[in-house]
């Protein structure tokens, strides 16, 4: 598939879009008080233990004490193969200080999951500093090629200490994954010695910033091109693939035509959709998608789309096409848990059968470890997915004030929303406009001093209007070029 990565930063927020012929799989949207703290190590204390089932929970500063437990101890046998030594818990007690990494992001009303056995990743190798354990991606599918992997780096590592190849290890020479790997250790050693004098609930390390851990996770030679929104993201892009031959690096753009980089490349449209219950397919049906407490529904319907041929063959097809957009959306908007699909109902055995096989198909496509159940007689087919890291959505919807059950547009959203219809004017020639929006809105953008900047350091020359409606809804936004004189109306900057 053609693979073309985008980055950008404005108002104070990172984004980052992945697509695949054209098509969305990927989308992060991160500001600095929004940044998923999964791979941030911590100094916690224990608060209370759970001798029974080998847990406890550590309180590690975050907004709700986390939950440590002996099931992380050792990397997933789903997506390493490789040689394990002897591990053990150590003895806790309350009141003990203890070296954490979140594994899970805190979901809902649950607290971030942490391990005792932190990893520190890099492009092609995972450092595990108090794992024994050398390992190989599961995705890496010669046999042969894996144990060859393994047997090289064996020897670069110490007693008690572990590593594991990444998929785009094969690619890499030996010393570079040796200097990658010491570079790790290196991180390693200053995380501990900040340990021993800091106060419980400090930072340890973090992840590394979005631009990096996005081409980090991204396989490099499936990428074709990469877009940028400034020249800083261009450095940072460039100084990541430095460490790499000149083969695996991908040319870099700078998007310079003052347009919103993901408006013009039509990308934007289908990160509102995103945030809509409904997904369109390309023959004129579409899903809704209906995500519950305890589990996500999937509905598939015909839509507008009747077919050439008999029924069971329009609905075999829809089903197909379903099944492959079920699997982008699951990757796109991070569903996890239990996911039920209700497929449109068909009479041949072997159809079913192959809906079934084409949705396992779609969706370890998209590197997704799934457990896929069968249809059932109704047409249901049940699968699993363990959710990875946090979604974006908090960010670009919230809990309706009034009805406490659906969904609104928060105001930040909107009002970025309406920068890049602004940098599309400001491109055209406007100088001068008027947006008429809802009262909330309005007052966020005049006290968002990051809005207020960006905007004049792109637009220097525009003079923006706000006039505020207390009947609009939130994501109701109206622009004018040509306007007269309204005392009711406050200037932007």
Same mark, same amino acid.
């Given at each position: 598939?053609?693979?073309?990565?985008?980055?950008?930063?404005?108002?104070?927020?990172?984004?980052?879009?992945?697509?695949?012929? !054209?098509?969305?799989?990927?989308?992060?949207?991160?500001?600095?008080?929004?940044?998923?703290?999964?791979?941030?190590?911590?100094?916690?204390?224990?608060?209370?233990?759970? /001798?029974?089932?080998?847990?406890?929970?550590?309180?590690?500063?975050?907004?709700?004490?986390?939950?440590? +437990?002996?099931?992380?101890?050792?990397?997933?046998?789903?997506?390493?193969?490789?040689?394990?030594?002897?591990?053990?818990? =150590?003895?806790?007690?309350?009141?003990?200080?203890?070296?954490?990494?979140?594994?899970?992001?805190?979901?809902?009303?649950?607290?971030?999951?942490?391990?005792?056995?932190?990893?520190?990743?890099?492009?092609?190798?995972?450092?595990?500093?108090?794992?024994?354990?050398?390992?190989?991606?599961?995705?890496?599918?010669?046999?042969?090629?894996?144990?060859?992997?393994?047997?090289?780096?064996?020897?670069?590592?110490?007693?008690?200490?572990?590593?594991?190849?990444?998929? /785009?290890?094969?690619?890499?020479?030996?010393?570079?994954?040796?200097?990658?790997?010491?570079?790790?250790?290196?991180?390693?050693?200053?995380?501990?010695?900040?340990?021993?004098?800091? =106060?419980? !609930?400090?930072?340890?390390?973090?992840?590394?910033?979005?631009?990096?851990?996005?081409? $980090?996770?991204?396989?490099?030679?499936?990428?074709?091109?990469?877009?940028?929104?400034?020249? $800083?993201?261009?450095?940072?892009?460039?100084?990541?693939?430095?460490?790499? =031959?000149?083969?695996? $690096?991908?040319?870099?753009?700078?998007?310079?035509?003052?347009?919103?980089?993901?408006?013009?490349?039509?990308?934007?449209?289908?990160?509102?959709?995103?945030?809509? =219950?409904?997904?369109?397919?390309?023959?004129?049906?579409?899903?809704?998608?209906?995500?519950?407490?305890?589990?996500? /529904?999937?509905? *598939?319907?015909?839509?507008?789309?009747?077919?050439?041929?008999?029924?069971?063959?329009? *609905?075999?097809?829809?089903?197909?096409?379903?099944?492959?957009?079920?699997?982008?959306?699951?990757?796109?908007?991070?569903?996890?848990?239990?996911?039920?699909?209700?497929?449109?109902?068909?009479?041949?055995?072997?159809?079913?059968?192959?809906? *079934?096989?084409?949705?396992?198909?779609?969706?370890?496509?998209?590197?997704?470890?799934?457990?896929? !159940?069968?249809?059932?007689?109704?047409?249901?087919?049940?699968?699993?997915?363990?959710?990875?890291?946090? +979604?974006?959505?908090?960010?670009?919807?919230?809990?309706?004030?009034?009805?406490?059950? !659906?969904?609104?547009?928060?105001?930040?959203?909107?009002?970025?929303?309406?920068?890049?219809?602004?940098?599309?004017?400001?491109?055209?020639?406007?100088?001068?406009?008027?947006?008429?929006?809802?009262?909330?809105?309005?007052? /966020?953008?005049?006290?968002?001093?990051?809005?207020?900047?960006?905007?004049?350091? $792109?637009?220097?020359?525009?003079?923006?209007?706000?006039? +505020?409606?207390?009947?609009?809804?939130?994501?109701?936004?109206?622009?004018?070029?040509?306007?007269?004189?309204?005392?009711?109306?406050?200037?932007?900057?």
């Amino acid at each position: 598939m053609r693979k073309t990565l985008y980055f950008d930063e404005y108002c104070g927020y990172a984004v980052s879009a992945v697509t695949e012929n !054209g098509k969305l799989t990927e989308f992060n949207f991160e500001s600095g008080g929004s940044l998923s703290p999964k791979g941030n190590v911590y100094k916690g204390k224990i608060v209370a233990v759970l /001798a029974g089932m080998q847990a406890a929970f550590v309180d590690c500063g975050l907004e709700r004490n986390c939950y440590l +437990s002996a099931d992380d101890a050792m990397p997933s046998a789903d997506k390493y193969d490789g040689s394990r030594g002897e591990i053990s818990m =150590p003895e806790l007690k309350e009141g003990d200080d203890v070296l954490v990494q979140v594994v899970r992001a805190p979901t809902g009303k649950k607290g971030a999951k942490v391990t005792l056995f932190p990893s520190f990743v890099g492009k092609n190798v995972i450092y595990l500093p108090n794992t024994p354990f050398v390992g190989v991606s599961r995705k890496i599918a010669d046999d042969e090629l894996r144990k060859n992997l393994a047997y090289s780096v064996a020897g670069l590592i110490g007693e008690g200490e572990g590593i594991v190849l990444r998929t /785009a290890a094969p690619y890499t020479r030996r010393d570079l994954i040796a200097t990658e790997l010491d570079s790790l250790k290196s991180v390693y050693s200053g995380v501990k010695k900040h340990f021993t004098d800091a =106060p419980t !609930g400090t930072l340890l390390y973090s992840e590394t910033e979005l631009v990096s851990r996005v081409l $980090r996770d991204v396989l490099s030679y499936d990428i074709e091109e990469i877009f940028v929104g400034n020249d $800083r993201l261009k450095a940072a892009v460039e100084r990541f693939y430095s460490l790499f =031959p000149p083969a695996h $690096r991908r040319p870099v753009t700078v998007h310079r035509s003052g347009r919103d980089m993901l408006e013009e490349h039509g990308i934007s449209e289908q990160v509102r959709v995103m945030t809509t =219950p409904r997904a369109e397919l390309e023959n004129g049906a579409y899903l809704v998608i209906d995500r519950c407490e305890a589990l996500t /529904a999937v509905d *598939v319907n015909t839509g507008a789309f009747t077919g050439a041929n008999n029924l069971e063959q329009t *609905v075999y097809y829809t089903n197909v096409l379903a099944a492959r957009e079920i699997a982008r959306q699951v990757k796109l908007r991070n569903i996890g848990g239990i996911v039920v699909v209700d497929f449109i109902d068909m009479t041949d055995p072997a159809h079913n059968r192959n809906v *079934v096989e084409e949705l396992e198909r779609a969706l370890k496509s998209y590197g997704m470890k799934c457990c896929v !159940g069968q249809m059932s007689e109704f047409g249901l087919v049940e699968f699993t997915r363990k959710r990875e890291g946090a +979604s974006v959505l908090p960010l670009m919807r919230k809990q309706c004030p009034h009805c406490g059950s !659906g969904f609104i547009t928060p105001s930040r959203f909107t009002i970025l929303d309406t920068r890049a219809k602004l940098l599309g004017l400001y491109a055209d020639g406007c100088r001068r406009v008027l947006i008429d929006a809802a009262t909330e809105t309005v007052a /966020a953008a005049l006290g968002w001093q990051a809005f207020t900047d960006d905007v004049k350091a $792109r637009m220097p020359d525009m003079e923006i209007y706000l006039r +505020s409606h207390r009947s609009y809804p939130h994501s109701r936004v109206h622009l004018h070029t040509q306007f007269a004189p309204d005392e009711k109306a406050e200037k932007l900057n």
